[in-house]
């Protein structure tokens, strides 16, 4: 059985970034999204590995063993791609091939767009790539949505990772639990005076993909970091926007592969039309991959798809 290996890697972009690592061979960077860490990439470390890769999980800035500053405005996505690029050439290597998924996609995206030599291969799991929109996105989820969805409830300063940590064995069950294609996809509304944590439901029995075990896991990983970094990521979402003027509609070039389930509340409804006009702004989009009755937690909900996916993209570059 291969085993994954864990380390502390030291990124030329100045971040101690902890990483979970298998086998040799080409790289892989498997970047996680939220709530979580390195552990949501365990089964494709594996098969990456025993299919002649060099897979590497990255605990991304601000998360679990890696930690990161306590200033908000250090969590951009010029300092996410950085951390990647850092990344890729602390483990000696000139290219990756870059996969992400939930917030690790749009750093993987980002990645390919800005700087495209370093990258082989670029995969987005659950969240396409989507173009820069014409004014500030958090005014615009507001305006949609309401001050009760989740993006625009976690600007708050503070209030969003007390919740979150509070009592961090019952955010992951109930977090996990409700985007999943078991909990009925959801993205629930934060209620006025309520928490993100208390919206999401409480399962009457966990999905045969989680066990208790992997929730304790990743409450366990969590450590000293806490939410305050993962939250930080969201109150970049306007400063972001501004950051990337000079890429507005700039295509993404690298050979590319999109993964999703269907049902993922990140592209259900009208947002489906992002996957359906991907290869406008990603021309070598190599293919789309649906997940029937699948969630938000793709790589962990269909493991063996992922894959299989994942495996034939990378062998065809």
């Keep these: 059985m ?5 380390r502390f890697v030291e990124s030329t972009g100045g971040l101690r970034m902890h990483v979970a690592e298998a086998g040799s061979g080409p790289l892989v960077l498997l970047l996680h999204g ?42 951009t996505i010029h300092h996410l791609v950085g951390d990647v690029a850092g990344l890729i050439d602390a483990l000696g290597e000139e290219r990756a091939v870059v996969v992400g998924h939930d917030w690790g996609a749009p750093v993987a995206w980002a990645t390919a767009q800005f700087l495209p030599e370093r990258v082989r291969g670029v995969a987005g799991l659950s969240v396409p ?7 500030p996105p958090v005014q615009a989820m507001r305006e949609m949505f309401g001050e009760g969805f989740y993006m625009v409830h976690f600007q708050r300063p503070g209030e969003p990772e007390a919740d979150l940590d509070r009592d ?27 928490g ?27 450590g000293d970091a806490g939410f305050a970094g993962p939250v930080n990521w969201y109150r970049n979402l306007d400063r972001n926007w501004e950051l990337t003027a000079a890429w507005h509609r700039a295509p993404i070039t690298p050979p590319a592969l999109y993964i999703g389930g269907d049902r993922d509340p990140v592209v259900a409804g009208p947002a489906r039309r992002a996957v359906d006009r991907l290869a406008d702004f990603v021309p070598n989009l190599r293919g789309t991959v649906w997940l029937s009755g699948c969630g938000h937690w793709t790589q962990q909900e269909r493991p063996a798809e992922v894959n299989e996916a994942l495996i034939g993209f990378i062998r065809d570059l």
């Design 2 to 6: 291969t085993e994954i290996a864990h």
């Design 34 to 75: 939220f709530p979580e860490c390195w552990y949501s990439w365990r089964h494709q470390l594996v098969a990456l590995a025993e299919a002649g890769y060099h897979a590497v999980a990255p605990d991304q800035r601000g998360y679990a063993r890696t930690g990161g500053p306590r200033e908000a405005d250090r969590y």
């Design 129 to 135: 790539h989507r173009p820069r929109s014409s004014r």
């Design 168 to 194: 961090r064995t019952a955010t992951f069950r109930r977090i996990l639990y409700a985007a999943s294609g078991d909990g009925g996809g959801l993205l629930p509304a934060v209620p006025e005076g309520g």
């Design 196 to 222: 993100f944590v208390e919206s999401c439901p409480e399962p009457a029995r966990l999905p045969g993909w989680l066990t208790e075990d992997d929730i304790a896991t990743y409450a366990r990983e969590y």
